[in-house]
Structures are given as structure tokens and as C-alpha cells.
């Protein structure tokens, strides 16, 4: 157990939909990272929050977006879902600086299938 | 751009009988390099970290090594328990605390008793 808890585990939706992915962090872990895993593309970037606030982003389509509450916790709004939309989503989290092994912690992801 | 290329996709072992996966990477700078280990239907799960070439770490039967252009994960003598999905991934400078890893599509290793 990574101590990153994912909800929902499984999600099924149609085209055109918008679904939100919850993400709760390590205790302690101030990052949280969205990857997004499909069968053609591997795992990819998608974004990262520090605290808060946007830190990084990577290939994250304008139809998604995220954010990071005051608790830590973070969703993963995709909206207007298209089937390539249909994947593996994972959040993750690190501790940053100090003793960090560059170590990321994942969740067991939310597998959204888009109909 | 950050590439991570992955080999084999594929390796059938008998227990036993060890083997090397390679992951060949072009990175602008390498800040880190890192190996997963992803079982069906789980989150990927941190192997190692290596930062520099001639660097070297180990686990169990694991081993991971770095040269300027690839990585190896040597398994020594697995066992059933080892069978899993192995991802490599880069991370580049400059991208300070962010770890927006690069990732292979990962050697699927499948050990038989």
C-alpha cells in the first residue's frame, strides 16, 4: 500500500460526458502528480501541484484540467470525453527536497472507460 | 524531446534463469533515472534511483546499472514473484522539484516455475 488513495477505481461513461478523479495524497506529501497510462502511449505527464499551485505541465489536453485543495487533496476534471479519452489514470505523490530519492509514490488508479 | 526505449517488450524466464533488461534513453540532461516495477491492475512501484553513470544499485535480485546512453536491470536467478511489468524512466534537467518523468512502454516479465 503506497499510503495515495484513488477514487473512483473503475468509471464508465459515454462521449461527451465530464467525470472528476479524486486523489488524496501520502500523509505529509506536498506534490501530487496526474499520469495518464494508455495501451498505445505508455504512461504520460499529465500536470503536477505543489501546495496548491500549478508546478508543472506536461501532455494535458485543454479539456482536462486539475487542482489541489487546501487539504491536499486533488481532482482531475476531463470533460467533453472522447473514447481515445479511455485509459489508466494515475495520481501520485513525493516528498520534495531533504533525503528525496526522486521517488514517486502511485495510487492503483482509476480506469475510466468511455463508451 | 526525452526518449526511454524499452527491451525486449517481452521476456519468458524459467526460475532461475537470469537475464538483463536494456533502456536505452536521450535526454537532454539527466537529472535521474529511474526503475518501476508495475504488477496487473496496480500503481507502479519504485525500484531504484541512479543519477550518474558507473553508478550502481541493488535489490534482492535485483541490480540496476547506468552508462551515458542506457540503463540495465539485471535479475539474478528469479522467481515467479519477480513476474511484473519493469518501466524505466528519465528525468531531465531543468525541471528542479518537478519529477515529470519520461517513461518507456516498460519490459513485460514473465518468470515460470
Known amino acids: 500500500d503506497s499510503g495515495v488513495t484513488q477514487t473512483p477505481k473503475h468509471l464508465i461513461t459515454a462521449t461527451g460526458q465530464r467525470v472528476t478523479l479524486r486523489c488524496s495524497p501520502r500523509s505529509g506529501d506536498l506534490s501530487v502528480y496526474w499520469y495518464q497510462q494508455s495501451l498505445d502511449q505508455g504512461l504520460q505527464f499529465l500536470i503536477q501541484y505543489y501546495n496548491g499551485e500549478e508546478r508543472a505541465k506536461g501532455n494535458i489536453l485543454e479539456r482536462f484540467s486539475a487542482q489541489q485543495f487546501p487539504d491536499l487533496h486533488s481532482e482531475l476534471n476531463l470533460s467533453s470525453l472522447e473514447l481515445g479519452d479511455s485509459a489508466l489514470y494515475f495520481c501520485?505523490?513525493?516528498?520534495?527536497?531533504?533525503?528525496?530519492?526522486?521517488?514517486?509514490?502511485f495510487g492503483e488508479g482509476s480506469r475510466l472507460t468511455v463508451l | 524531446e526525452d526518449q526511454v526505449t524499452q527491451s525486449p517488450e517481452a521476456l519468458r524466464l524459467q526460475e532461475g534463469e537470469s537475464s538483463s533488461l536494456n533502456c536505452s534513453y536521450t535526454v537532454s540532461g539527466l537529472r535521474g533515472l529511474f526503475w518501476y516495477r508495475q504488477d496487473p491492475g496496480k500503481g507502479p512501484e519504485f525500484l531504484f534511483t541512479?543519477?550518474?553513470a558507473g553508478e550502481e544499485k541493488e535489490k534482492e535480485r535485483l541490480k540496476a546499472t547506468l552508462t551515458k546512453k542506457e540503463s540495465f536491470l539485471h535479475i539474478t536467478a528469479p522467481k515467479p514473484e519477480d513476474s511484473a511489468t519493469y518501466l524505466c524512466a528519465v528525468q531531465a534537467w531543468p525541471s528542479g522539484s518537478a519529477r515529470q518523468l519520461t517513461f518507456g512502454s516498460g519490459t513485460q516479465l514473465t518468470v515460470l516455475p
Open positions: 541512479l543519477y550518474s
Open positions: 501520485a505523490s513525493s516528498v520534495e527536497g531533504g533525503t528525496d530519492t526522486g521517488e514517486l509514490f
